[in-house]
């Protein structure tokens, strides 16, 4: 029996140590790569060690192309629609797992309903409402519109995280003499806190990584870094060492943001689990 499970955790094990090797060794492939000349980048086999080099970023950051107004309006995009997104999911998902009303769950399914749809489904309305609104390639539009796509979520995550929550703890808490929104801000944001932050953090990637939403509700002045990205590849060629440096900055963020909040997100969305 004890070599059996010897046997079976060896296999997981390994089992791990490949699915860990299959989604790292591509990032680490891309980052080494950024570092490299171009003649360096396609050595077979690829070279570990060597003189490191930063004139991609260099030029990306400094020289005379608009890198750093792309850089710059995905970072305004994604945290005004992740705040957004979090001010109205944490008040709408708390009114959910409180609401007690006869629908309840039919609105909480219509709300994610709303989640499953194609993003092709969603793009041709919401064009022709910003086209009215003069709000396609503006920053406002693209923020309305990834708005639109990660709120849902945003609600629906909230309401199962709020509901994991004993309602004793505000009750304990209006005995005391907190008021309904007190005993909320006091009592129930902190301890649902961890989900807060696996939202937070799931809205912020969706909005960061997006591509086909600013593709479509961008400007000249409004594009985002997975537009810069894309604008890589021309019909003479891809400029590799850009594409590498340009992956680079789009995973570091998120990378070093999951690893900041990696306890929180385990806790978030693990909360319930037990029950």
Not at 28 to 34: A, F, N
Not at 41 to 53: A, K
């Amino acid at each position: 029996m004890q070599h059996r499970q010897k046997l079976l955790h060896a296999v997981l094990y390994a089992l791990m140590t490949l699915s860990l090797l299959w989604a790292l060794v591509p990032i680490l492939h891309m980052i080494l790569s950024s570092m490299k000349t171009q003649v360096n980048m396609f050595e077979m086999p690829p070279r570990l060690f060597f003189t490191p080099t930063f004139d991609v970023y260099e030029e990306m950051f400094f020289g005379r192309g608009d890198f750093p107004q792309f850089l710059r309006n995905s970072l305004v995009v994604s945290v005004v629609t992740t705040a957004l997104c979090l001010l109205l999911g944490v008040m709408g998902g708390f009114g959910l797992a409180r609401g007690n009303f006869r629908w309840e769950k039919d609105v909480s399914f219509w709300v994610i309903s709303t989640r499953m749809a194609p993003i092709p489904a969603v793009i041709l309305p919401l064009y022709l409402i910003f086209s009215k609104l003069n709000l396609i390639g503006t920053t406002t539009g693209l923020v309305l519109a990834y708005t639109t796509f990660n709120l849902p979520f945003a609600l629906w995550m909230m309401s199962t995280f709020f509901k994991d929550v004993p309602p004793d703890l505000e009750e304990a808490a209006m005995i005391d003499g907190c008021g309904k929104f007190r005993a909320f801000w006091r009592v129930v944001v902190p301890t649902a806190a961890p989900g807060i932050v696996a939202t937070a953090v799931l809205c912020l990637m969706f909005s960061w990584n997006d591509y086909l939403f600013a593709s479509i509700f961008t400007g000249r002045g409004t594009q985002t870094v997975p537009i810069a990205a894309s604008l890589l590849v021309s019909q003479s060629g891809i400029k590799w060492g850009q594409a590498m440096a340009t992956g680079t900055v789009i995973i570091m963020p998120m990378l070093i943001c999951g690893l900041l909040v990696r306890k929180y997100m385990v806790r978030g969305l693990s909360m319930g689990a037990v029950k």
